[in-house]
Structure formats: C-alpha cells, structure tokens
C-alpha cells in the first residue's frame, strides 16, 4: 500500500472516493454522474446549497458572514480582495510569513496602495514574526496567512489577532480546527488540500462589504456572486460535489474539534522523530511556528537526501521532497492523511537514521 504526503492536491478521504465512485454512472437514480447535470436544476441545487449549510454548521459561520463557491484558486482571490476592499484614501496591510503571503501582498500592489506592516522574512520564514501591529483608521484590512505551506509554520491561535477588517488566507488549514469566524472580514481558502480538489475556492465574507462596484467586472465582484448564491456563471459542478462529500465526512469525523486533536496527535508523532535524532533530522521551522499541517525538515548530511526519498518510495511513502525554495522534505499531513501514515513515516525516519546515522 502506497501512502502520500504532497503539500496539494492531495489525498481524499477513502470514503469520500468510494462514495464518489459508488455514485459515478447514476446519482441518485437519474442516470447521470453528477457532473452531467445541468447547474440549474434542482438536482445540483441541492448539493450546492448543502455544502453552504455545511460549512456554516462546521466553522459555524455567523449570519452576518456569506460562504461563496468561487474558481481562479486562492491565486485569483489575491487580486480580488484589494480589488474588491480596498477604497480610495485606503492602504492593504499585508503580514508577510512565507511565499504566499508575498504573493499576495505583491498583486494587491499592482491594485492600489499596499503595505507590508510585519514579516518574518529575516528569519528566513523560519519563525512567524511578532504581531505588534496597531490597526489604524486607514487600513483597508490586514491580511494574513494561516497556514504557511511552504515554510511549514502556522499561527496557533487564529483567534490573537485583532483587527476590524482582518483578512486570511486559510488554503491549507481550514477546517483543521475551530477559531471564531466572526472575527475575520474575509476568509479565504483553494479547496485542493482540506476542503476537496481543486477547482473550487471557498470565500466566507463579512456581509457589510459586499457593496455594489460598476466599474468592476461582474466576474470579479463579490457582491454580483453573493447576490446569485455563487451562480452567477457555471460554478465547478464536480468540485462542489466533492467538497460537499468531504464536509459531510469531517463532519462524520466529529467536526474540526475531533480533528484538531488528531491533527495535533498525528504531528507530534513525526515533529517526536525529528527532535528525538540527536540532530540526523533537523526542523526547519522554530518549535513555536510550527505546523499541523506541513512538516518541514532537512538531514543534516544533504548527501543523504536523494537516498532518503528513493528508500522512502521504495517503502510505499511518497511526496516527501520539499518545496523548491526550501529544499529538504515537508511532510504534509492535511485532515485525510491518518494516524497511521504518520506513524509509518515516523517508523520510516527511524530506520533511515539506523542505517546511515553515526
Ligand atoms: N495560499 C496558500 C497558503 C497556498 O498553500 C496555496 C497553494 O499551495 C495558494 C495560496 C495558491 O493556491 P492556488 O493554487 O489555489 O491559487
């Protein structure tokens, strides 16, 4: 059995895949896969709609927020919020903790006026920086990110921050554990690594910002897809499908409570194998930043690394090796990957180190 780490797309849920297979030639006895259906008709609806439902009742999404199904990845919504929030006389305010959250802040600067106000980038994103920003009156909201994929760090507590418009790109944590959502403006998160494939973005919006803009193109305006329920046009039909068997299975999971726990159990189980190698295996985020998500590490022999993803494929482990950028490994363990394999690749890392260690 082959089992997978790659930072997304990524593994499924196994029942949501046998679900999705089950359901293939005939949802629902009309002789179609769901994908055939017209996005108009009731059959369809109905999932759209749940998968909404869905959403809220597991981030429980207040009133005052909308849950929009978008396309164009979390790439498109880096252009679309400071196209969308930011008015004249306004700054974006950008916190920058690893690659995304540059990319991000660099399209809203080819939008209007935008502001790097806290980064970490001298410790080479290994360590989030401190939050000692205080919001001003010119702000046209902050933006972060939750879960930096790359670096392998994440903000442990999503519920510190404080800002009147904060803004946050969740792409790879959603759904990994609960925060309160009314404290945030905007979120937004690509489906591909805990929501479903990719194909679908997930965007939860304060209502009060969705304001009639003509001079934006319809496409582009999250007041023309709040307005039609995220219809306005064709909406990725398969994607929503999926995403709404995935919600259906965190929830069956005991929601993001019970997963937060498992995510923690299955990190400690490898940041355990890093920490406990006497320095054969080395963290590349400080133990305080680091993620539940993507774990990030090197060898301290980089001789060894081409031998260490050919034995770990040669093992069933694969989508090991890390980001260009960093190099080394990153380990991603999104809400589908079980306890199991972590404990596999743990077991993996031990015998690795037997092997070539001193
Ligand atoms: N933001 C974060 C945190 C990501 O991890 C990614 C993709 O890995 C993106 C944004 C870009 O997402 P997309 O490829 O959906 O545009």
Sequence with gaps: ERIYFQAGPTTLPKEVMNRAKSEWDDFKETGLNIMEHSHRGTTYEEIHEQAKTLMRKLLDIPQTHDVLFLQGGASLQFAMLPMNLLSPGKTAKYVLTGSWSEKAFKEAAKIGPSEA??????????????????????????????????????????????????????????MSKPFNVSNYALIYAGAQKNLGPAGVTAVIIRKDLLKENESLPSILSYQVHAKNRSLYNTPPVYSIYLLNLVLQWIEEQGGVKELEVKNKKKAEIIYNAIDSSDGFYKGYATPESRSHMNITFTLSDPELEKRFIKESEESGIFGLKGHRSVGGFRASIYNAVPEKSCQKLAEFMLHFQGKYGK
């Design 117 to 174: 106000v806290v980064s970490g980038k001298d410790t080479k994103y290994r360590t989030l920086p401190e939050m000692n920003y205080e919001p001003s009156d010119q702000d046209a909201y902050l933006h972060i990110t939750s879960n930096n994929t790359i670096f392998g760090t994440q903000w442990p507590d999503l519920d510190a921050f404080s800002h009147p418009n904060l803004v946050a790109d969740m792409s790879s944590d959603i």
